[in-house]
């Protein structure tokens, strides 16, 4: 099993995989729009990175919420 890794580890984190996966989206454009790659690739690349953003932007949220969520898990869990 994993170690736990910290909310905010897990942001920093899925930070860098979405600018990573914003500049790959970048350079697959140019690279479809020389005809170097499929369309196919642009429109997976695509498809992805707004799920990326989404669970980044949840993270966010579970981060500046953090202390309530555990206070609210400890009240259900007694």
């Not at 910290?6 to 860098?16: G, T, V």
């Not at 369309?39 to 309530?68: C, S, Y």
């Amino acid at each position: 099993m994993a170690d736990k890794i910290s909310i905010d580890d897990q942001i920093k984190a899925m930070e860098e995989a979405v600018s990573n996966s914003r500049s790959y989206l970048r350079m697959v454009e140019r690279y479809v729009a020389e005809g170097e790659r499929p369309v196919e690739v642009l429109q997976d690349v695509r498809a992805r990175l707004p799920k990326m953003e989404a669970v980044l932007e949840t993270l966010r949220w579970i981060g500046k919420n953090r202390d309530i969520i555990i206070s609210v898990y400890r009240q259900n869990k007694s």
